[in-house]
């Protein structure tokens, strides 16, 4: 059953590999609600360095070389597809080399400003939105009606990864995996912009120990009850 409410933004905050991206999915599918993966953004803007040669420290460079790469979401395609321009690099952007630099570039203050300023302007087109990544409910959204802060175990979240790479074809030494997420970790939340924090008043959910649907169930009851019978189609 779809939320009825005309604007109605949800965002999802926490670590790589606690699965919000999936989740996040989900629970927009349940509500009837679109889907934003910033990471994705950022991931791209990764993508960007490393084909135009560009030092992903050089955040007032890529700012602009983001500007002129187009990079927009295909919101026929759920979840979105993330374009630069006319191409599709929504595969291309999971793979470990953008991963390994994705973090710095992420650490831009010129970068973060313009993605800051696009995540709002998505949220004007598509103001019922789940909005997931690390700053969403403590920066781009803090007005949002339900904020999320996910959790989950280091390991837990390595074997997400390995799984998720296998399914690629793709098999990464579990080690480097582990190295890349605390890596990544430590880079999101001591960044001066946008670092990765628990929103104040967020609800937290530590998905260590549960399955997508049972923390997409959580996440639902909580949402919807905090909306009242009313907000509900029959
Ligand atoms: O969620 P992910 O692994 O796809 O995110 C990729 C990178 O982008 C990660 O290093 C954190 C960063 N990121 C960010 O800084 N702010 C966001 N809102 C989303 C992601």
Redesign the pocket.
Same mark, same amino acid.
């Given at each position: 059953m779809p939320l009825m409410t005309s604007e109605l933004i949800i965002t999802i905050?926490g670590p790589?590999g606690t699965g919000?991206?999936t989740v996040a999915h989900l629970l927009a599918k349940r509500l009837g609600l679109e889907f934003l993966?910033?990471? $994705?953004?950022?991931?791209a803007a990764a993508l960007i360095a490393i084909e135009q040669s560009i030092d992903p420290a050089n955040g007032s460079f890529l700012a602009i070389a983001i500007d002129e790469s187009r990079l927009h979401f295909d919101w026929a395609a759920d979840p979105p597809r993330v374009m630069l321009d006319a191409r599709d690099v929504t595969e291309r952007i999971r793979d470990l080399d953008v991963?390994s630099i994705?973090?710095i570039? $992420? $650490?831009q203050r010129q970068v973060?400003d313009v993605?800051v300023k696009q995540?709002r302007i998505i949220a004007q087109k598509h103001p019922r939105l789940v909005s997931?990544?690390?700053?969403?409910g403590s920066i781009?959204f803090p007005e949002a009606c339900v904020r999320f802060f996910l959790h989950a175990d280091v390991m837990v979240r390595a074997d997400r990864r390995l799984a998720q790479m296998a399914k690629a074809g793709k098999t990464v030494d579990q080690q480097r995996i582990i190295d890349d997420i605390e890596r990544?970790d430590l =880079?999101?939340s001591t960044r001066t912009d946008?670092p =990765?924090i628990r929103p104040e008043g967020a609800i937290d959910i530590d998905t260590s120990h549960r399955t997508i649907n049972e923390v997409v169930d959580v996440m639902e009851a909580i949402v919807r009850e905090r909306f009242g019978g009313d907000e509900f189609t029959s």
């Open positions: 905050d790589a919000k991206s993966d910033t990471g $994705a953004m950022y991931r991963s994705v973090s570039v $992420a $650490a973060r993605m995540q997931e990544g690390r700053d969403q781009v990544r =880079l999101d946008g =990765l």
